[in-house]
């Protein structure tokens, strides 16, 4: 069974630090580009952060950009989001992706393989 695994969230305040990981398991995803999407209440899902499959290629939404770093590990298991100064509009249900296309350079959602998510939430 194919499987993404998300840990690291938690309750912090404004101004800290966290860093999310995804394994994943049942496979390896080293020829899939891996990513970060995020849903707050009563809000649609939003792409967060997305890295190539070689790692070489990086692309963040304006909001978060020059905040959080994605990273991926060489054997193609983990992927990691470093996320500094959050900031409470960053609250929300955070979710890792694996590509449904290989050799894309950016996430595709179709047929893609999304993890359970974990919750991320900044207080003032």
């Known amino acids: 069974q194919v499987q993404l695994v998300e840990s690291g969230g938690g309750s912090v305040q404004a101004g800290d630090s966290l860093r999310l990981s995804c394994v994943a398991s049942?496979?390896?995803?080293?020829?899939?580009?891996m990513g970060w999407f995020r849903q707050a209440p009563g809000k649609p899902r939003e792409f967060v952060a997305d890295?190539?499959?070689?790692?070489?290629?990086?692309l963040y939404t304006g909001s978060v950009r020059g905040r959080f770093s994605i990273s991926r590990d060489s054997t193609g298991n983990t992927v990691s989001l470093q996320m500094r100064d959050l900031r409470p509009e960053d609250t929300a249900v955070y979710y890792c992706?694996?590509?449904?296309?290989?050799?894309?350079?950016?996430?595709?959602?179709?047929?893609?393989?999304w993890g359970q998510g974990t919750q991320v939430t900044v207080s003032t």
């Open positions: 992706v694996a590509s449904g296309v290989p050799r894309a350079v950016r996430v595709k959602l179709t047929d893609a393989v």
């Open positions: 049942g496979r390896t995803f080293t020829d899939r580009a």
């Open positions: 890295i190539s499959p070689t790692g070489t290629s990086t």
